[in-house]
Antibody, heavy 117, light 107 residues
Framework: EVQLVESGGGLVKPGGSLRLSCAAS????????MNWVRQAPGKGLEWVST????????YYADSVKGRFTISRDNAKTSLYLQMNSLRAGDTAVYYC??????????WGQGTLVTVSS | DNQMTQFPASLSASVGDRVTITCRAR??????LAWFQQKPGQAPKSLIY???NLQSGVPSRFSGSGSGTHFSLTISSLQPEDSATYYC?????????FGQGTRLEIK
């Protein structure tokens, strides 16, 4: 059974940093492109970042470029999102997701990040 | 960015009704279009990929069609458990983009 379990969310002050993790199991993690998608309270879905299986390509949304860094450890079957210079607008539930190619077939349950003073 | 526009933004229908949600891409995306269902407090669930391919386990009353810039999601006979918000998403090019969502209420 595919499992994606996000962790690391919490309350952080503006300008602060947070590192999210996504522990994956039940599939061949090292073979798949992985993604982060977020959803602000009461709002729609927003793609954040993508990293390919071998880290050969990485993409970011303009809204997080230069502040967020996606990474992965295939040996630990884990995905990460280092978030720096956090703003109130980054408040959201952050989901990790993956699928065949660029698809988002499977999603974790999400972790809530709240940026507030 | 390839903006995705969904309509209607919300709709209300009765059990047994046929419901269609439309999604338009600003630029052509071939068939690289997915549909998701999200219920309150839950993660999105993939329903359809490749514009018309049903994910495993998704009821056959859900169907998708379209290519290029015009797409639709149809529920052939609405059930109470279909009350949710539905999103379209293009994965033809980065940045991946989502429609703004359609909130479906059961009368």
């Amino acid at each position: 059974e595919v499992q994606l379990v996000e962790s690391g969310g919490g309350l952080v002050k503006p300008g602060g940093s947070l590192r999210l993790s996504c522990a994956a199991s039940g599939f061949s993690f090292s073979s798949y492109t992985m993604n982060w998608v977020r959803q602000a309270p009461g709002k729609g879905l927003e793609w954040v970042s993508t990293i390919s299986s071998t880290k050969s390509y990485i993409y970011y949304a303009d809204s997080v470029k230069g502040r967020f860094t996606i990474s992965r450890d295939n040996a630990k079957t884990s995905l990460y999102l280092q978030m720096n210079s956090l703003r109130a607008g980054d408040t959201a539930v952050y989901y990790c997701a993956y699928g065949a190619g660029s698809r988002l077939d499977y999603w974790g349950q999400g972790t809530l990040v709240t940026v507030s003073s | 960015d390839n903006q995705m526009t969904q309509f209607p933004a919300s709709l209300s229908a009765s059990v047994g009704d046929r419901v269609t949600i439309t999604c338009r891409a600003r630029q052509g995306i071939s068939i690289y279009l997915a549909w998701f269902q999200q219920k309150p407090g839950q993660a999105p669930k993939s329903l359809i990929y490749g514009a018309s391919n049903l994910q495993s386990g998704v009821p056959s009353r859900f169907s998708g069609s379209g290519s290029g810039t015009h797409f639709s999601l149809t529920i052939s006979s609405l059930q109470p458990e279909d009350s949710a918000t539905y999103y379209c998403q293009q994965y033809n090019t980065y940045p991946i983009t989502f429609g703004q969502g359609t909130r479906l209420e059961i009368k």
